[in-house]
Every structure is written in C-alpha cells, then in structure tokens.
C-alpha cells in the first residue's frame, strides 16, 4: 500500500513512518500543506494520514486535493485537539474516511491501515 504521512512533528511521523514500512508499505512523507500538495501530484497513494493542525494552516485542502488526484485514497484524519468529538471532520471534508486522536497508539494505526487495504476502492458515499 501506498502512505503519504502529513505530520508536523518529526518525531511522531518517523515512528509512523518506520512502522509502517516494518509492515511491507511504501511510505513518503510530508509536514506542511505546500509538501502535502507536491508529495500528492501523480503519485497515486492509497492512503492518507493527515494531521489536522499544520504549521500553515489546518490541513482540510490537503484532504480536498487527495480527493481530487486519488479519487480512491482513504484518508485517517489525526487530531490532538478536542475538534471532531463525534467525527464531524467528514462533513467539512466529506472525502475524510476516519479520525484518530493523537496520541494514536500504533496497533490501533495498524489495525485501520489493515482494513483500509482490504476496502482500498472508497465505497460511494
């Protein structure tokens, strides 16, 4: 599978990052919109993780953009913030498919990148 990690904090998106990789995925990263938006250009990525809080703004075009280039990407929203209680998040940017609150304790990102490649192709919503 196909990752694009959008963190800000280093450390954190090089623990995802190693994690999954360990786990057999292809993995590229970025850390603010702008590298978002590059990273996402022709590549075709199945899957999105995306902080909610970048240092350039909150990182809904980046989910709107995905949606556009990778029509079939999922997107896991992550916030460490108390926004989406009730993971509203998907009807600001309805192409959002899960949110995790930060910290995201690994098995658990394992588990949701497990089943977002067993349902790769976004089921009409």
């Keep these: 599978m196909k990752i694009l990690i959008v963190e800000d904090d280093l450390v954190l998106c090089d623990v995802f990052s ?3 990789r360990d786990a057999g995925h292809d993995v590229l990263e970025a850390h603010d919109i702008n ?10 990525f199945d899957l999105v993780i995306l902080d909610y809080y970048l240092p350039d703004g909150v990182s809904l075009p980046v989910a709107e953009y995905s949606c556009v280039v ?11 913030s108390g926004v989406f209680p009730n993971g509203e998040a998907a009807i600001l940017a ?3 498919d ?14 949701l990148v497990e089943y977002a490649a067993l349902n ?3 089921a009409a919503k």
């Design 18 to 20: 190693t994690f999954l």
């Design 35 to 44: 590298s978002a938006i590059d990273r996402l250009r022709g590549r075709g």
């Design 70 to 80: 990778c029509p079939d990407a999922r997107i896991i929203l992550l916030t460490g």
């Design 94 to 96: 309805p192409c959002i």
């Design 98 to 111: 899960w949110t995790l609150r930060k910290p995201v304790p690994l098995e658990d990102l394992r588990a």
């Design 120 to 122: 790769q192709h976004r």
